[in-house]
């Protein structure tokens, strides 16, 4: 059974890197783009130049949970409904703890303004 919220065809990822928004922090960078399939739809990338697989895989748990843990705010999630967003590692994620990389991806989404910066 698929997942439907979870990013696959090609010509999504195509449309999502060539009309989406996208911008970078220090541990990851994340380009976001409306959809109109009626609900978000999300991809969380790390690519061999991250390290070896343990390294990749955990790079991948990292995004999860702190993309999850984001989520968690109700004014937050209602902005991400209806987006398809990518998430992609960059090889400085190795070794970082899972707040850190919470800061950095909650910051990416700021400049691409998914959601709004807090005081």
Known sequence: ML???VLRKKADFDALYKKGKSAGDRYVV???RPNEVGHG???FLASKKVGNSVERNRARRLMKEAFRNILKD???LKNVENLDVIVI???TINGKKECDVETSLKSALIKTGTIEKRS
């Open 41 to 43: 739809r999300k991809a």
């Open 30 to 32: 994340v380009f976001v």
């Open 89 to 91: 590692a960059r090889s």
């Open 3 to 5: 997942r439907t919220n």
């Open 74 to 76: 109700p004014k937050i």
